[in-house]
C-alpha cells in the first residue's frame, strides 16, 4: 500500500514568500539570536502535534545570544513588525528604483561576472588568505583544499593538517566597513561543523576577508589565536 502524504501545517505565502524570505534574511530576523534554536528545541520536544511543539517552544526558548530573553508572542509579533518596516521602507523603494534601471545587458552581464569573474576573485581571496595568511603564521600546518566529495565540503573550504587530526577554515568575503560582530551560522552549518569536529577531532573557524589595495587582509585577526590554541590542543 502507498504511503499517504504527510500533512503541511504551513501556510503558504505565494508570490509574497520570496520578499518576506528575502528581507527575513537578509536583516537575520529568524536566526538563534532572535528567535532561539528552533531544530535544537523541537528534536528535545519531539512532538507529535502542531499545538504541543507550540506550547514548549513558547516554554523554553530564549534568544541565542550573551543576554538571553525569554521569547514571547509578543516578541515574535515585533520581529513581524520590523519585517514589515523593512519591506515598505527598504526593500520596495529599493527593489522600485532596481526595476526601473534594470536592462537585458544587465541580467547578461551579471550571469557573466557570477560566473567568472566573482568565482575568480573569490579563488584569489581563499588563496591569499591561506597562503600569505595562514601558511605564513602556522607553517607547522599542512593546509590544503576540502574535498569536494566530503559531506561539508560546502562549508568547509579549506583543512587544516595536524599530525592525523584536522581543523576546518571558511572563508567569507566581507566589505571594509561589514558588521561581521552580528554574524550567526545557520543551524545546518553549525550541524555541518560538528560532523566535521566528530570526524576530524577539529574545530572549524570562520575568517573574515577583505581586500586592502592588492592584499587580502584577514579583518578578525583575533581568530589567530583560537587558530594557534587549537594547533595546540590537536598536537598532544
Known sequence: MAKMPKKKYAKPFGSKEKVLNYTSNTYQLTRPNKVGAVMALIRECQPNALDEWEQFYFEKAHTKSQQPVKITKEILDEL???????????????????????????????????????????????????????????????????????????????????????????????????????????????????????????KVFVIFSTRVGNKKDIVNKDILEQIRLEIARLSD
Open 80 to 202: 513581524g513588525e520590523r519585517l514589515y518596516a523593512k519591506i515598505t521602507e527598504v526593500v520596495i523603494p529599493e527593489w522600485t528604483a532596481a526595476f526601473k534601471d534594470l536592462s537585458l545587458d544587465d541580467c547578461k552581464e551579471y550571469i557573466y561576472q557570477v560566473t567568472i569573474v566573482r568565482t575568480y576573485d573569490g579563488f584569489l581571496l581563499e588563496k591569499s588568505v591561506i597562503n600569505d595568511g595562514l601558511a605564513k603564521a602556522f607553517p607547522e600546518v599542512r593546509f590544503e583544499e576540502s574535498d569536494e566529495e566530503l559531506d561539508h565540503a560546502g562549508d568547509i573550504d579549506y583543512i587544516g593538517r595536524v599530525h592525523n587530526k584536522a581543523f576546518g577554515i571558511q572563508i567569507k568575503p566581507v566589505t571594509a566597513n561589514s558588521n561581521f560582530g552580528n554574524y550567526n551560522i545557520s543551524e545546518r552549518m553549525s550541524n555541518s561543523f560538528k560532523a566535521f569536529e566528530e570526524k576530524f577531532g577539529g
